[in-house]
């Protein structure tokens, strides 16, 4: 079973920065293709960043040299530095496999930019 815990979300001011985490549990973390998806408010989730199982990133272009998707296969923990936040990047935060498995959504974690 796979489940994944969001934390690291808070509020924070335009141009600021926050790390978020992503913990796996099992064995699976080291094998799968992981992603960041948001969730702005009236919007449709999207996929903010995604990292192979060997560590090959890619950002999606409204995050390119501000994001950085990373990830710890010792510690079966990814992560997404964000930088220069913008009042657009207010959302929900998740991690999932990258395609997405539905059973895998957790309860994400709030990133609020605001002044």
């Known amino acids: 079973q796979v489940q994944l815990v969001e934390s690291g979300g808070g509020l924070v001011q335009p141009g600021g920065s926050l790390r978020l985490s992503c913990a796996a549990s099992?064995?699976?973390?080291?094998?799968?293709?992981m992603g960041w998806y948001r969730q702005a408010p009236g919007k449709e989730r999207e996929l903010v960043a995604r990292?192979?199982?060997?560590?090959?990133?890619n950002v999606t272009s409204s995050v390119k040299g501000r994001f950085t998707i990373s990830r710890d296969n010792d510690k079966n923990t990814m992560y997404l530095q964000m930088n220069r936040l913008t009042i657009e990047d207010t959302a929900v935060y998740y991690c999932n496999t990258y395609p997405p498995l539905r059973a895998a959504w957790g309860q994400g974690t709030q990133v609020t930019v605001s002044s």
């Open positions: 099992g064995s699976f973390f080291k094998v799968y293709n």
């Open positions: 990292i192979t199982s060997g560590g090959s990133p």
